[in-house]
């Protein structure tokens, strides 16, 4: 007599919502945009209580090292280079500066090493890495908008009248934060696999931060250096912040609709590059 087959038991529910990989599987999951975008806000989230739970100032510390930036570049670039607002208050355009590079910087920067500082969960664990070298730069934006609240804080008590033309900072900065992220995907990996950039694309941005508006105006740029106003989209974004919070004026809506299309093709290409790459990585690092 032929005994009766065993009932089939479910598996559990939460088992179901999870693709199993055993060995020469080749099968890969994929997480939803949706679920990456949560992870990437959690990763954010994270790295900024990772920055500041052992400082007794918290998110005050935010502040120190660019006021101090601005208090010694202020004095040599107004002292010995004889720097002006021209017609803006010296104080507030080069805070309105200094922010932007900061969030430029620390995105591209901090994006570059950030797979190289994952190298222990990048291989023990999958998922999105897309949003390894994507946090830092969505961490900055925390810092930016206390840096704004700080700037029209000082251009108010400079005198300045903001009116409604600062509504449209968001679009310089937006198109400033498609450039950090195109950046940030392309040397995560490159840096991976060619170490000599972590030493190479500090001290290019080093060098970028003088050759761009931060500490003095756009007019003081040398005639055969013009163009640096127009290529350069940091110098783009940053114009754009102080025509619209200490100016008064729109900003120039052609010259960054050009630098956000062109930051936009660029940013397609380095999410195409890195998700070709991200498999080698592991092995890489």
Same mark, same amino acid.
């Given at each position: ?18 693709? /199993? +990989? ?16 949560? =992870? =990437? ?29 601005? @208090? ?18 010296? =104080? ?53 908008? @206390? ?6 804080? /000082? ?22 934060? *498609?450039?950090?992220? #195109?950046?940030?995907?392309? +040397? ?14 500090? @001290?290019? +941005?080093?060098?970028?931060?003088? #050759? ?5 105006? *756009? ?16 110098? *783009? ?6 025509? #619209? ?15 956000? *299309?062109?930051?936009?093709? +660029? ?19």
């Amino acid at each position: 007599m032929e005994a009766p087959s065993r009932p089939q038991t479910p598996a559990p529910v939460a088992l179901q919502r999870w693709t /199993v +990989l055993r060995p020469g599987s080749s099968k890969r999951p994929w997480a939803s945009a949706a679920a990456t975008r949560e =992870l =990437l806000w959690e990763s954010a989230a994270r790295e900024l209580r990772g920055r500041y739970k052992q400082n007794v100032g918290k998110g005050v510390w935010m502040l120190v090292q660019p006021i101090a930036m601005v @208090l010694i570049y202020g004095f040599v670039f107004t002292q010995i280079f004889k720097a002006t607002g021209h017609g803006l208050p010296y =104080l507030s355009m080069a805070w309105a500066g200094i922010i932007c590079w900061q969030f430029f910087q620390h995105g591209v920067q901090i994006g570059m090493f950030s797979v190289i500082f994952e190298a222990g969960t990048l291989s023990k664990v999958w998922f999105p890495r897309v949003v390894v070298p994507l946090t830092p730069g969505t961490a900055a934006f925390a810092d930016l908008g @206390l840096g704004f609240v700080v700037l029209f804080l /000082v251009a108010t008590v400079q005198g300045v009248s903001i009116g409604i033309t600062a509504v449209a900072l968001v679009v310089p900065v937006a198109m400033l934060a *498609v450039w950090m992220f #195109a950046l940030a995907l392309l +040397l995560a990996p490159l840096a991976v696999f060619l170490r000599d950039l972590t030493s190479i694309v500090p @001290l290019l +941005l080093r060098l970028g931060f003088f #050759a761009s508006p931060i500490m003095y105006s *756009v007019f003081e740029i040398p005639e055969q250096f013009s163009w640096l106003a127009t290529w350069n989209p940091v110098a *783009v974004a940053v114009t754009g912040v102080r025509d #619209a919070v200490l100016a008064g004026v729109w900003p120039d809506w052609r010259l960054i609709g050009i630098h956000a *299309v062109a930051g936009l093709v +660029l940013l397609a290409a380095t999410y195409t590059y890195f998700t070709r790459v991200e498999d080698r990585l592991v092995d890489a690092l």
